[in-house]
């Protein structure tokens, strides 16, 4: 089994979401880490989930709109760590475990896959990459990072006719892309999924030991945090 530490391990305490720390926790364990991408204003590849740094630290502004000398020493919650780079935790993490990379919405996906691309054709640890958006995994099946296992994050957010629009789009078209290897769903989706397709599918986010038994029984990959990761202990059977 393939579980993987949602953003690393962390409680936004003591260790803050996708900063070293939380990614050292998860190698020290042994467990696969799923971490987000995004891009500053100069180019430079971040570990970081959101769009903007309000909801992590006291500061304004978007990512995409900051240089990374801006950003790179402020202090996430009330720690001393900060946003790291994406070379940082491949440094970190090596080819010790897998790294599951959600590229978030950038101003150029051109420009951080050409830059993605140079950061990895030096890593020699399993890489597999995911994003929400089916435009990005057919440009990318385009580029050398093809090489990678991509899937497709499937969203529960929508309502109404757009949920049917959405859905439909998701399971009548982008399943049946050969470029898409899987789909990362979230536990509202899974019967449905596996209903529809074969493909791999990956299931976030696990909260509890209970839903770990319930959903380990349709995927090998979990994506989990880190209180149902303390609660199973190291078991990937």
């Not at 500053?40 to 992590?56: A, M, P």
């Not at 801006?70 to 919650?77: E, G, R």
């Amino acid at each position: 089994m393939n579980i993987f530490c949602h953003r690393g391990l962390f409680n936004n305490k003591d260790i803050v979401e996708n900063t070293i720390p939380a990614f050292k926790a998860a190698v020290k364990k042994n467990l696969n880490i799923e971490l987000d991408i995004t891009m500053t204003k100069d180019g430079e590849i971040v570990v970081f989930h959101d769009r903007s740094l309000k909801r992590l630290t006291n500061k304004q502004g978007l990512i995409k709109n900051l240089n990374y000398k801006d950003i790179k020493n402020i202090k996430l919650l009330n720690t001393n760590d900060t946003i790291p780079t994406l070379e940082e935790v491949l440094k970190l993490v090596k080819d010790k475990v897998i790294i599951l990379i959600e590229i978030k919405e950038v101003k150029s996906y051109s420009k951080i896959l050409k830059k993605l691309n140079r950061i990895l054709l030096e890593y020699n640890g399993r890489i597999i990459l995911q994003t929400f958006d089916p435009v990005l995994l057919s440009i990318i099946n385009k580029t050398s990072l093809k090489r990678y296992d991509t899937g497709l994050l499937v969203s529960d957010k929508y309502d109404g006719i757009k949920n049917k629009l959405y859905n439909f789009y998701i399971y009548n078209y982008c399943i049946k892309k050969r470029y898409i290897d899987f789909l990362a769903i979230p536990k509202s989706l899974v019967f449905k999924t596996i209903k529809k397709t074969t493909k791999e599918i990956f299931i976030w986010t696990i909260k509890t030991k209970e839903e770990f038994n319930k959903y380990k029984k349709y995927s090998k990959n979990l994506i989990c945090e880190e209180d149902t990761l303390n609660n199973i202990g190291n078991n990937k059977k």
